[in-house]
């Protein structure tokens, strides 16, 4: 009765993702013997050594390589001499002070990645991301790297994760998918579970394979490579799941909610989808197994849930509008934080939850107050009209150190059309309290949206030029509608047709900075602020 | 006389090394001010934390 559950890259290797300690913290509760592994951080620790960066230089041609990839092979004695001290770096909380030698160790690191592409060209490798040089959302493309013998990861999981998992043998595989980019991965180690440990099944989840399910099943794309798909909210279902498996030893899941399954003949069910009734909070996320001192950071962050769905609910762009809200109590909340604060032995939290209400987070402070703990969190906030200066000098004593921001656009005509339900006057009002109460903000901005106009895209660099004083940081993003081709296979895209032209030539990039007050705009920023 | 030499040569090692590497961020594109990829994000991410854990 063993089990690993796994995380896999793409991610920022700076906390481990939370589903994978959630459902560790579950199901070792229920009695099972779950190993976890956080795959993502030992790939960019693994990948930034200097004993894979040796062994990817001796397999170099020096005389083969472009000029471009020169400029590469020429760092390599720098590269291999300093990567160690480069990560030890991004862990040592007093490199913190110094932002430019910060800046240029995130840029080293950066150009010590592009190393891989020397051999494995179809990547583009980023701390904590990928990005494919083929269309990764396309199931051909994806299979022929899958079982492509210069796929990266078949090449890392055999190298670097092989052993645990014939030393384990688990009975159970699990793997959370949580973006497009983690597809490829999750496959490719799949695939490699199959071939050297056939008993094992193979258990996927997360946030895209519950996007996606329906065509992997319809269209029977990688029909060999899992054995079970939870799809949603799984913290109920995966209970369901394993007492099935495991305590009746059955074959016939046809009383697990949201779970694809294949019987004896091979045939694929799809089970009712059920969403949860009730939040328990009774089990806290389980840490322990990770290796919580490599993370890329020099505290260890805990991520925590603080509530699930929107309050509000009701943009127009959002996915997880019109799902019910729950929130944990003010209290259970007081009891994880402390909980966990003293098992692991650190101050730092980041609430996880996409929109936690603001007054939630307010009576939590006066409780941290009120028992004089002293921790410092980070959340999404929704700037609610009965934000006021009290409440925002709350939020920050009970230690809110960073809240970010949806305010989406500058425009009110594009806030109104988006459902958004607040005003432009209220989100100055806002940014300036939170400032005023040094809470850091960030804030992320969304042009585009249906094809909006650049009168009105103008009006949100307006927002920024006028706020810069308050926001601290920020992220662009050009909205970009879903559209799934059904009937054109040869063109079929599993979940965002990236192929779509862009309607908008301004912006041809997606993301833009300000950093402690200076901004550090793309040059496109100018042109559309200047024009 | 010594010394002054070693140093000197580090000193020279140095530069060029910082040169190569200045090169090398601009062909493959890694710079603060232009990469607006998710290598930013994770910079920013890391200052974010700068921000936090003071």
Known sequence: MKTILASVPPWYPNQPYLSIPLLTGILRNEGYRVYQRDINLSFFDNLLSEKELVTQFSSITQNSLSEKEKSLYTLKDYFINNVFLMKSQLRDLSFYKNKIALKETFEDIDLILKTYQLNYNDLNISLGYIEYNFNHFNPNTIIKYIDDSNNLFKYYFEKYELDYLLEIIPDIFGISITIPEQLIPALSFAKIIKQYSPPTKILLGGDYISRIYEKFVKNNFFDELYDFILIGETEESIKILFKTFFDKNNNIFDNVPNLIWKDKSNKTHINNKESISKYSNNVYPDFDGLELDKYFTPKFIIPIEVSKGCYWGKCKFCEIAGKQYFQKTSNSLLKEIKFLSAKYNTNYFSFVSSAPSPKLLKILSNLLIKENIKIYWSAMLRLEPYIDNKFAETLYNGGMKLAMIGIESGSQKTLDAMNKGLSIKNNNKILRLLSRNNIFTHCYFMLNYENEDVFEQKKTFEFIQNNRKYINSLSITDYVKPIFKENDLNNFNIYLDNSLPKTNTLIQSNRYFIEDKNPIFHINTYLVINA | ?54
């Open chain 2, 1 to 54: 006389m010594k010394r002054t030499k070693i140093h000197s040569k580090r000193n020279s090692d140095s530069k060029k090394k910082q040169h190569l590497k200045k090169e090398a961020k601009k062909i493959w594109g890694i710079s603060s001010t232009t990469n607006i990829g998710n290598f930013f994000i994770s910079c920013r991410k890391g200052l974010l934390l700068s921000k936090i854990v003071k």
